[in-house]
């Protein structure tokens, strides 16, 4: 089992900055690949915003999130991150992040069966 428990989430002006953290507790945390997704609208399914490798060295975005949002992770402090810079009211939305695996290698983030989620924290973006 992985726990998950996401941070940082508040109000910010369009055109300002947030940092989300993400907590890991139980299994080994550098053995889960990690994203970061949002859901803008209750019910709607999540959208994958930004994900890394189990190792840190691969990162993929959605095209939203490109040039703006850069994730990291932290293995020895079971920590993962999402820096949100230019924030648009757009990004108002819940953030989660998750955790699964990929059969790909520890550099893929690709087919990630996201299966551990945090509760999510939400961030308001006002115009």
């Known amino acids: 089992q992985v726990q998950l428990v996401e941070s940082g989430g508040g109000w910010v002006q369009a055109g300002g900055s947030l940092r989300l953290s993400c907590v890991s507790t139980?299994?080994?945390?550098?053995?889960?690949?990690l994203g970061w997704f949002r859901r803008q609208t209750p019910g709607k399914e999540p959208e994958l915003v930004a994900?890394?490798?189990?190792?840190?060295?691969?990162?993929d975005y959605a095209d939203a999130a490109k040039s703006r949002f850069t994730i990291s992770r932290d293995n020895a402090k079971n920590m993962a991150y999402l820096q949100m810079n230019f924030l648009h009211p757009e990004d108002t939305a819940t953030y989660s992040c998750a955790a699964g695996v990929t059969l790909d290698g520890v550099n893929s983030v690709r087919n990630v069966d996201y299966y551990y989620w945090g509760r999510g924290t939400q961030v308001t973006v006002s115009s």
């Open positions: 139980g299994r080994t945390f550098s053995d889960y690949n």
């Open positions: 994900a890394i490798s189990r190792n840190g060295g691969v990162t």
